[in-house]
């Protein structure tokens, strides 16, 4: 548990200090996989159109299932709430899961920040056998607000660059670029 806690500090410390989302990429796939013990999982960014979310961070192997996809596809964005594909009541995976194995369990959590969903936080369960243990779930629950919080960050700070360079009007660089 102590072992855990650490590696929370670090992730969130180290993903304040990210610039952009290559930097927190990085981070992501060094610390996610230690936390998570080896669970395959990525998280998608959703774009300033809130239209289409895509994979941009991903960790242990390539994601298996859909890489772009609409917010409609996702159980978990309908909701409001965290899905899991196999629970104790139901079997329904997220549409944009249809790629996977269905004996397999899957976990969409949406990543929210400052009232706003920035992305989803996904999780690939490969095994069959059991469903997904608590402490498992809240794990989860707990990096998903350490990876919203850092993405919704990270945007804004990205947005704040580039008003500070350019024109709002034409879009050119102004002054201070030059």
Same mark, same amino acid.
């Given at each position: 548990r102590t072992r855990e806690i650490e590696l929370l500090r670090?992730?969130?410390?180290?993903? !304040?200090?990210?610039?952009?989302?290559?930097?927190?990429?990085?981070?992501?796939?060094?610390?996610?996989?230690?936390? @998570?013990?080896?669970?395959?999982?990525? $998280?998608?960014?959703?774009? *300033?159109?809130?239209?289409? @979310?895509? $994979?941009?961070?991903?960790?242990? *192997?390539?994601?298996? !299932?859909?890489?772009?996809? &609409?917010?409609?596809?996702?159980?978990?964005?309908?909701?409001?709430?965290?899905?899991?594909?196999?629970?104790?009541?139901?079997?329904? &995976?997220?549409?944009?899961?249809?790629?996977?194995?269905?004996?397999?369990?899957?976990?969409?959590?949406?990543?929210?920040?400052?009232?706003?969903?920035?992305? $989803?936080?996904?999780?690939?369960?490969?095994?069959?056998?059991? #469903? $997904?243990? *608590? *402490?498992?779930?809240?794990?989860? #629950?707990?990096?998903?607000?350490?990876?919203?919080?850092?993405?919704a960050n990270i945007r804004l700070q990205e947005k704040l660059?580039?008003?500070?360079?350019?024109?709002?009007?034409?879009? @050119?660089?102004?002054?201070?670029? #030059?």
């Amino acid at each position: 548990r102590t072992r855990e806690i650490e590696l929370l500090r670090q992730l969130a410390n180290m993903l !304040a200090a990210c610039k952009n989302i290559s930097e927190a990429q990085l981070v992501v796939k060094d610390i996610a996989p230690r936390i @998570l013990d080896g669970i395959n999982g990525c $998280v998608s960014i959703m774009r *300033e159109s809130h239209n289409l @979310l895509e $994979v941009e961070i991903d960790w242990k *192997e390539a994601w298996p !299932a859909a890489t772009a996809f &609409s917010p409609q596809d996702c159980w978990a964005l309908r909701k409001g709430k965290f899905h899991l594909s196999r629970e104790k009541n139901h079997s329904l &995976s997220c549409s944009h899961m249809s790629e996977l194995n269905s004996d397999y369990t899957t976990m969409c959590i949406p990543l929210t920040a400052h009232g706003h969903t920035v992305g $989803v936080f996904h999780l690939y369960f490969s095994d069959t056998d059991t #469903f $997904v243990p *608590e *402490e498992t779930k809240q794990l989860a #629950f707990t990096l998903a607000e350490h990876l919203g919080l850092a993405l919704a960050n990270i945007r804004l700070q990205e947005k704040l660059r580039s008003q500070a360079m350019r024109d709002p009007l034409t879009g @050119l660089y102004n002054r201070r670029y #030059f």
